[in-house]
T-cell receptor, first 114, second 115 residues
């Protein structure tokens, strides 16, 4: 079966712009979580969506937002981009948010802010 | 405040020997622990996990040990193979207010297995 698909794979944006990243979960999965990976901080949790509702949120500024659609696809948006937002953004999907099985990551979107 | 710590950014071992990756946590509410492996340009892939009610879980060459009193877990890879060279992330989860869970990751340890 198809895995978690993230688009685009690479993105270059200018400071001050906004960006939207997309994540298509594994078919049947209803939970989508987003993480930011940077060399100095490892993977940091952004937020989790389940059935179109944000269930949990990490410690990121309000410039980071997300949403989930009825088909479970999710998007995250970053407004007013800063140089420090350059990172690998990963999403993970699972049936209902459980971690003991079926929690699968996509390959990520590499965002570079210049 | 880093709740999951991997104090060794890198580790180098010889093929065939044991690799031991360590992880410490501070939050006593964590009740489930996982190890992920990540190659460059790919997302993390699940390796092995352990519930807080156990102190050991084994899967082939991979064994995870949990010492709850010390808030410490370790991943043992025996024997190590060159294909094991990757970044390994320790992660923990626990019930938060509202009933939902989230994964808290360490910063990762880069393992290099030399032929």
């Amino acid at each position: 079966k198809a895995g978690v698909t993230q688009t685009p794979r690479y993105l270059i944006k200018t400071r001050g712009q906004q960006v939207t990243l997309s994540c298509s979960p594994i078919s049947g999965h209803r939970s989508v979580s987003w993480y930011q990976q940077t060399p100095g901080q490892g993977l940091q949790f952004l937020f989790e969506y389940f059935s179109e509702t944000q269930r949990n949120k990490g410690n990121f500024p309000g410039r980071f937002s997300g949403r989930q659609f009825s088909n479970s696809r999710s998007e995250m948006n970053v407004s007013t981009l800063e140089l420090g937002d350059s990172a690998l953004y990963l999403c993970a999907s699972s049936l209902s948010g459980e971690y003991n099985y079926g929690y699968t990551f996509g390959s990520g979107t590499r965002l570079t802010v210049v | 405040d880093q709740q999951v710590k991997q104090n060794s950014p890198s580790l180098s071992v010889q093929e065939g020997r044991i690799s031991i990756l360590n992880c410490d946590y501070t939050n006593s509410m964590f009740d489930y622990f996982l190890w992920y492996k990540k190659y460059p340009a790919e997302g993390p892939t699940f390796l092995i996990s352990i519930s807080s009610i156990k102190d050991k879980n084994e899967d082939g060459r991979f064994t995870v040990f949990l010492n709850k009193s010390a808030k410490h877990l370790s991943l043992h890879i025996v024997p190590s193979q060159p294909g094991d060279s990757a970044v390994y992330f320790c992660a923990a989860s626990g019930r938060y207010q509202g009933g939902s869970e989230k994964l808290v990751f360490g910063k990762g340890t880069k393992l290099t297995v030399n032929p």
